[in-house]
């Protein structure tokens, strides 16, 4: 991997990068020049690849063999778990978490033989969500703030904030809120007693 760096290291610790003070890389993995940042207090774990023009923030967790960018922006506390791969065009708010081998794909009508690099879609993901293991995210669509896409579901469309969706093609079976827990008819977490409505532009809002 041309370009790459690995962290001076013995033993397979984690070491900390002088680019980027706080942040702790495996020597397994490679994190290129031109990574813009990875804060203070994340992780970068084996055999991963940061790629240029990327910035993490801090405090986050990248889990075993994932791949970020180039030129993707990943917010305060996400949790990347094993085997993820975040293209460009991927935007993850904070405290995002991507279940193991979950997946963005970038472009709509691939063709191995067809250049597409200008045809990129882009995925914004709001604060908070989840996206759980093996779910496939189709580029192009938004996932709102605190969302919960099932195991395995496949988001094929634009997915409003605190919708909990499952399913292939995703679809949307209820509502939870900021804890994760379902809420029921009356929009009250059961765990935290924290109130809902439903938002003009659909999904839901927090009202205490």
């Known amino acids: 991997m041309s370009g790459g760096r690995r962290v001076p290291n013995v ?3 984690m070491r900390e990068d002088a680019r980027f003070p706080g942040a702790l890389v495996h020597e397994s993995s490679y994190v290129d020049e031109g990574v813009v940042a ?11 690849h940061v790629l240029a023009g990327t910035e993490i923030g801090a405090d986050c967790s990248i889990g075993q063999n994932c791949m970020i960018g180039p030129n993707v922006r990943i917010g305060r506390g996400a949790k990347i778990q ?9 935007e993850l708010g904070e405290d995002v978490f991507c279940g193991p081998s979950c997946v963005f794909t970038n472009v709509l009508t691939p063709r191995a033989h067809v250049s597409r690099k200008a045809e990129f879609g882009l995925t914004p993901v709001g604060r908070g969500v989840t996206i759980g ?6 580029c192009g669509h938004a996932l709102g703030d605190y969302c919960m896409i099932g195991a395995g579901a496949v988001v094929t469309r634009d997915v409003p904030a605190h919708a ?3 399913g292939n093609p995703g679809r949307r079976i209820g509502w939870v809120g900021r804890s994760g ?3 029921g008819a009356d929009l009250v977490c059961p765990r935290t ?8 532009g659909g999904g839901l809002e927090l009202i205490g």
């Open 164 to 166: 909990l969706v499952v």
């Open 11 to 13: 033993g397979g610790e």
């Open 82 to 90: 094993n085997n993820v791969s975040l293209y460009a065009g991927v």
């Open 133 to 138: 293991a093996n779910a496939t995210i189709v």
């Open 181 to 183: 827990e379902r809420l």
């Open 193 to 200: 007693g924290e109130r809902y409505r439903e938002a003009k």
């Open 38 to 48: 990875i804060g203070a207090g994340s992780r970068v774990w084996h055999f991963s």
